[in-house]
Each structure stands twice: as C-alpha cells, then as structure tokens.
C-alpha cells in the first residue's frame, strides 16, 4: 500500500486549504484512513478518521473546522480544512489500517505517507 498526500502550502488564519491523499495498492482490505499531523517539537496527533461506511471521528481540537471525506472510486481521501488558526501548523500524515473501528492513535495505524507541510500565518 503507498500513500501519497497532495496540498497545502502557507495560508492565513482565517483561511481554507484542502489535503489530498491517493491510496494505491492492495487498498480494499485498509477499510479504515486517518489524517495526523506533527508540529516541531510534538508527538503526532490524530485529526480525523473515517472508515469505508463513511463514518467519521475528528480530534475535538478540529471539530466542526476541519472535513474528512473519502471517494472510493478514486481511491483518494481529503481533508477539508477551513477556518485554519496558526496552532493548525504542522506537518500533515495520511494513514491507512485494516478495519473499521475508528480510531485516532498514530501506533494504530500501519500504512504512512511522507507527510505534506501546512503552515498558518497571522
């Protein structure tokens, strides 16, 4: 299984930006796909998961600012991130497991790509 993510980039708080992740492979049996991110200095944090029921877990610190969504045609997950604030910098994971159970612990999680940089300014 590879997992590439795509987007990104410096906005400003206030503003939106949208990850992408295109999940490639033995993918049909990795029923469960999460989005992490690490900041300098931190452990990595789950942010949102969602599994192929559609069913969807955030971290309450995303809660109702960022969307995760998953289009099973394509293979790809996304992560809609609005109302973005400076403590949203980091660096940005997709990850994929088997199962359905949702889940936001980054040790739980078996699949990894290389992580795409979302910083916020002022």
């Known amino acids: 299984v590879q997992l590439v993510e795509s987007g990104g980039g410096s906005v400003r708080s206030g503003e939106s930006t949208r990850l992408s992740c295109i999940a490639s492979g033995d993918i049909n049996r990795r029923a469960l796909m999460g989005w992490f991110r690490q900041a300098p200095g931190k452990e990595r944090e789950g942010v949102a998961s969602i599994n192929r029921n559609g069913a969807t877990l955030y971290a309450e610190s995303v809660e109702g600012r960022f969307t995760i969504s998953f289009d099973n045609a394509k293979n790809t997950f996304d992560l809609q991130m609005n109302s973005l604030k400076t403590e949203d910098t980091a660096m940005y994971y997709c990850?994929?497991?088997?199962?359905?159970?949702?889940?936001?612990?980054?040790?739980?999680?078996?699949?990894w790509g290389q992580g795409t940089q979302v910083t916020v300014s002022s």
């Open positions: 990850a994929a497991r088997s199962g359905s159970r949702l889940r936001l612990q980054a040790a739980d999680y078996t699949y």
